[in-house]
Structure formats: C-alpha cells, structure tokens
C-alpha cells in the first residue's frame, strides 16, 4: 500500500545536473518530514538531506550543501532533489526515505553515475 517510486537518475558528466524525483503514495505525505539518501558500493547508507512537513525546514549533509536543493509539492505527494555542479563522488543509489516510528518507509532507489 505505501509506496515510494524514485526516478530522475541518470549518467551524466562531471559539472551537470540532475533533478530527482520521489512519487509518494498509501500514506498522508503531507505530514511527513522526507529525505534522501544515498548508498555506493562498500558504504553504509547516508543522509544527504531532509525537508519538513510543510518545507519549513531543510537539512543537508556537508559534502552537498550549496550545491543541493530539496524540495517537495505537497499537492502532488512528490519529493524532489535538485542536484547541481555534479562530482564523480555523488555516483551513488539514491533512496527516499519517510522516517516512522513504526519502521521507516523507502523507495527502491535510482541510480546517479557522475563520469566522463
């Protein structure tokens, strides 16, 4: 019933950009704080950044602040990550995440690859 769907990912080559996106469904997406994460090959799953129910608030890890912009359209359950001046170290499976003290909720992830 709950569903997350992430799409957007793409190859794509050092400096470019990217907008993902994350299709919520089966829960109230409105009253949700959202994240993404990523995950690469020998790596543990990090936060890259996190947005407030009602994009009140935003969060994003160091090595993507300034460069990163997340966003959502409550109206439209969707989840958004504008990712701008892409390095070969953003190469990674990203996953939307809604926490829940019940067990979280995750997507299957999309697939980014920074290379020339």
């Known amino acids: 019933q709950v569903q997350l769907v992430e799409s957007g990912g793409a190859l794509v080559q050092p400096g470019g950009s990217l907008r993902l996106s994350c299709a919520a469904s089966?829960?109230?997406?409105?009253?949700?704080?959202m994240r993404w994460y990523r995950q690469v090959p020998g790596r543990s799953r990090t936060l890259v950044a996190g947005i407030t129910s009602l994009s009140s608030g935003t969060f994003y890890s160091d090595s993507v602040k300034g460069r990163f912009t997340i966003s959502r359209d409550n109206d439209k359950n969707t989840l958004y990550l504008q990712m701008n001046s892409l390095k070969p170290e953003d190469t990674a499976i990203y996953f939307c995440n809604a926490p829940n003290d019940e067990g979280d909720y995750w997507g299957q992830g999309t697939q980014v690859t920074v290379s020339s």
């Open positions: 089966g829960f109230l997406f409105s009253s949700y704080t």
